[in-house]
């Protein structure tokens, strides 16, 4: 099992920058996949990015390629996720998640498929 914290969430104008952090424990974690999720009120969690566990390949929902850059300290156990050019359609509580499952695009998508989840951090972003 992998216990995971997110900070780094906060409220800025569009355009800033932010860096979220994903720290994980538990020996696990370097073998795991990890991505981050979002959710806003009165929707369903969506997929932000993703990185696999080997930390050479990310992966991105379309709304935010070219904006969010995900990567992964294997010493640190951490995770990053540097989101750029913010919009407030970037609102929403952040969730770190890891899991250990094969690799390709689409099953990096499903929440379903990770099994340890932190406590989510919040970002808003004014206009």
């Known amino acids: 099992q992998v216990q995971l914290v997110e900070s780094g969430g906060g409220l800025v104008q569009a355009g800033a920058s932010l860096r979220l952090s994903c720290a994980a424990s538990?020996?696990?974690?370097?073998?795991?996949?990890v991505a981050w999720f979002r959710e806003v009120p009165g929707k369903e969690r969506e997929f932000v990015a993703g990185?696999?566990?080997?930390?050479?390949?990310?992966y991105y929902a379309d709304a935010v390629k070219g904006r969010f850059a995900i990567s992964r300290d294997t010493a640190k156990n951490t995770v990053f996720l540097q989101m750029n050019i913010l919009k407030p359609e970037d609102t929403a509580v952040y969730f770190c998640?890891?899991?250990?499952?094969?690799?390709?695009?689409?099953?990096?998508?499903?929440?379903?498929?990770?099994?340890?989840w932190g406590q989510g951090t919040q970002v808003t972003v004014s206009s």
């Open positions: 998640a890891a899991g250990r499952f094969f690799v390709i695009a689409h099953f990096m998508t499903q929440q379903r498929l990770y099994g340890d």
């Open positions: 538990g020996r696990a974690f370097n073998s795991s996949n």
């Open positions: 990185i696999n566990w080997r930390g050479d390949t990310p």
